[in-house]
């Protein structure tokens, strides 16, 4: 499900910031998800958008955005 003014301003975003970084269906998943545990295990809709960069900046350092799920849930709380 989206809203296509959300599509469109990330799109706008993503051409301004990003213009050779395209998201496949399942990145965006992933990071929706890795936003969800962030969200739900520290009890804080607030802490999602942080986590979220984190997986960013180490991405621009190389790491696959699959190895840093993985950690990421490897580490995150069980109830998360």
């Known amino acids: 499900d989206s809203l296509p003014a959300v599509?469109?301003?990330?799109?706008?975003?993503?051409d301004a910031l990003a213009p050779d970084v395209e998201l496949s269906a399942d990145d965006v998943r992933t990071l929706?998800?890795?936003a969800r545990v962030a969200?739900?295990?520290s009890g804080e809709r607030t802490k999602a958008p942080l986590l979220?960069?984190?997986p960013g900046v180490a991405g621009g350092r190389g790491a696959s955005l699959d190895?840093?799920?993985?950690?990421?849930a490897r580490t995150s709380p069980a109830d998360a």
């Open 32 to 34: 929706l998800d890795l």
């Open 67 to 72: 190895a840093l799920s993985a950690e990421l």
């Open 39 to 41: 969200a739900h295990a």
């Open 7 to 14: 599509d469109a301003w990330l799109q706008s975003a993503r």
């Open 52 to 54: 979220c960069y984190l």
